[in-house]
């Protein structure tokens, strides 16, 4: 099943059932414009046999970014540098998708000291580093629309062969989902509809903007794990809204920077091995009653026999992998030539959860940076200095870049 081709309801197919799910490359220059290091990256990613690569998050508003060193592309300036990229990605005949991203709240104080959500709800709650947002104003919420099928566009033309709108996490679109953080009166908020109105606006402006032809994806969280949050029952009700929007590929997820799910230091204990390593397995199988959507499910997958099981269920139709890849980029191929049955690269953790996960982050972020310079991936790096070393290239990397951007 690993190796069995899938064709999109766009036409696309891809060549087997691995995907390189999407990480935070932290890679841009202080003009957000692809690097050579990026480049090189996606080299090595190319030559993986994931049939299918996602990039890490792509900005559509360079005044509010998840990472001073986030891609942006808002206009034609770096599409030359997003080329050569996308050239090495699917060298070896990759697919390779752009995701599409705008973090509404969940952006930096140093980026922006008034980052924008659907309404003015608190501050993100994470070391003090986000600021308290205001709420956008209709007119906004429209231009951003816009702005997503803009960068979908641009995507195009710089040869990504498809996009991912990422409505997971946390960032902007996953902000209008929950009532947590939208307590708008107006078209856009209230009931779970119009909560959801601006993810299907985005998604008809995508499809729009790229053609029938071109692959559109969306991630979804399955639920945001905070009480009184975005919850399984209304995701259900989203992915029916999403059914006949044009989407070839659903990408499951779940969290937010608050809950701490998206890096899976909120997992319950389960009962068998494959439910332990498969997350959101078991929101796959229900997802499969409500939608005819292809359907991605990431997080926790490490062994070959669990991936063929899931398949062979029919619960999902492709397995995202992402971080073991930032350790061993062959991973796929062997998987999918048999070579090779469990991985079992992960780094330890660090009891506080917090500190944990910028540790996690800081850790598979410094093995792509090697990645990205040449060199080999360093599997024994101590968390605890990962941790320290992230922290304090967040804070000068924000500097820099704000120091750069002054208006």
Same mark, same amino acid.
């Given at each position: 099943?690993?190796?069995?081709?899938?064709?999109?309801?766009?036409?696309?197919?891809?060549?087997?059932?691995?995907?390189?799910?999407?990480?935070?490359?932290?890679?841009?220059?202080?003009?957000?414009?692809?690097?050579?290091?990026? *480049?090189?990256?996606?080299?090595?990613?190319?030559?993986?046999?994931?049939?299918?690569?996602? @990039?890490?998050?792509?900005?559509?508003?360079?005044?509010?970014?998840?990472?001073?060193?986030?891609?942006?592309?808002?206009?034609?300036?770096?599409?030359?540098?997003?080329?050569?990229?996308?050239?090495?990605?699917?060298?070896?005949?990759?697919?390779?998708?752009?995701?599409?991203?705008?973090?509404?709240?969940?952006?930096?104080?140093?980026?922006? @000291?008034?980052?924008?959500?659907?309404?003015?709800?608190?501050?993100?709650?994470?070391?003090?580093?986000?600021?308290?947002?205001?709420?956008?104003?209709?007119?906004?919420?429209?231009?951003?629309?816009?702005?997503?099928?803009?960068?979908?566009?641009?995507?195009?033309?710089?040869?990504?062969?498809?996009?991912? =709108?990422?409505? %997971?996490?946390?960032?902007?679109?996953?902000?209008?989902?929950?009532?947590?953080?939208?307590?708008?009166?107006?078209?856009?908020?209230?009931?779970?509809?119009?909560?959801?109105?601006?993810?299907?606006?985005?998604?008809?402006?995508?499809?729009? /903007?790229?053609?029938?032809?071109?692959?559109?994806? =969306?991630?979804?969280?399955? %639920?945001?794990?905070?009480?009184?949050?975005?919850?399984?029952?209304?995701?259900?009700? =989203?992915?029916?809204?999403?059914?006949?929007?044009?989407?070839? +590929?659903?990408?499951?997820?779940?969290?937010?920077?608050?809950?701490?799910?998206?890096?899976?230091?909120?997992? *319950?204990?389960?009962?068998?091995?494959?439910?332990?390593?498969?997350?959101?397995?078991?929101?796959?199988?229900?997802?499969?009653?409500?939608?005819?959507?292809?359907?991605?499910?990431?997080?926790?997958?490490?062994?070959?026999?669990?991936?063929?099981?899931?398949?062979?269920?029919?619960?999902?139709? =492709?397995?995202?992998?992402?971080?073991?890849?930032?350790?061993?980029? /062959?991973?796929?191929?062997?998987?999918?030539?048999?070579?090779?049955?469990?991985?079992?690269?992960?780094?330890?953790?660090?009891?506080?959860?917090? +500190?944990?996960?910028?540790?996690?982050?800081?850790?598979?972020?410094?093995?792509?940076?090697?990645?990205?310079?040449?060199?080999?991936?360093?599997?024994?790096?101590?968390?605890?200095? @990962?941790?320290?070393?992230?922290?304090?290239?967040?804070?000068?990397?924000?500097?820099?870049?704000?120091?750069?951007?002054?208006?």
């Amino acid at each position: 099943m690993l190796g069995k081709p899938l064709e999109l309801g766009c036409g696309v197919s891809l060549s087997n059932r691995i995907a390189k799910a999407a990480m935070t490359e932290c890679l841009a220059d202080l003009k957000n414009r692809a690097t050579d290091g990026l *480049e090189r990256l996606y080299r090595v990613w190319g030559r993986s046999g994931a049939a299918l690569l996602m @990039s890490g998050n792509v900005m559509v508003d360079g005044r509010y970014l998840e990472h001073p060193r986030n891609i942006v592309l808002e206009d034609d300036r770096g599409l030359d540098e997003l080329r050569r990229v996308a050239e090495a990605g699917r060298a070896e005949g990759a697919e390779l998708w752009m995701q599409i991203n705008h973090p509404g709240r969940q952006t930096q104080r140093l980026i922006a @000291s008034r980052p924008v959500a659907p309404s003015a709800v608190g501050a993100v709650k994470m070391f003090k580093a986000f600021a308290r947002p205001r709420a956008l104003e209709a007119r906004e919420i429209r231009e951003i629309v816009q702005r997503f099928a803009r960068t979908a566009a641009l995507a195009k033309e710089a040869g990504f062969t498809g996009v991912q =709108v990422h409505g %997971a996490h946390g960032y902007l679109i996953s902000q209008f989902l929950s009532p947590l953080t939208n307590h708008r009166a107006d078209e856009w908020g209230g009931s779970l509809e119009n909560r959801a109105r601006f993810l299907l606006e985005v998604v008809q402006a995508v499809r729009k /903007s790229v053609g029938m032809g071109f692959p559109v994806s =969306v991630k979804l969280n399955s %639920a945001d794990f905070q009480r009184g949050g975005f919850s399984e029952e209304d995701s259900m009700q =989203v992915l029916e809204m999403l059914d006949g929007e044009g989407v070839d +590929l659903l990408e499951v997820s779940g969290g937010n920077y608050e809950s701490l799910a998206t890096l899976g230091l909120n997992r *319950e204990r389960r009962t068998s091995r494959a439910k332990r390593e498969v997350y959101f397995l078991e929101y796959a199988e229900k997802v499969r009653m409500v939608t005819k959507m292809a359907l991605m499910v990431t997080g926790g997958f490490r062994s070959r026999r669990v991936m063929e099981e899931a398949l062979k269920s029919g619960a999902l139709d =492709v397995i995202g992998v992402a971080r073991p890849l930032a350790l061993d980029p /062959s991973l796929p191929r062997r998987w999918v030539s048999g070579e090779v049955d469990r991985y079992e690269g992960e780094p330890g953790r660090l009891r506080y959860r917090k +500190l944990a996960a910028i540790a996690e982050l800081g850790y598979y972020v410094r093995q792509i940076h090697r990645l990205a310079d040449g060199q080999n991936p360093r599997p024994r790096m101590r968390l605890l200095s @990962s941790a320290l070393c992230h922290l304090g290239s967040e804070f000068w990397g924000a500097f820099r870049w704000r120091q750069g951007h002054k208006r």
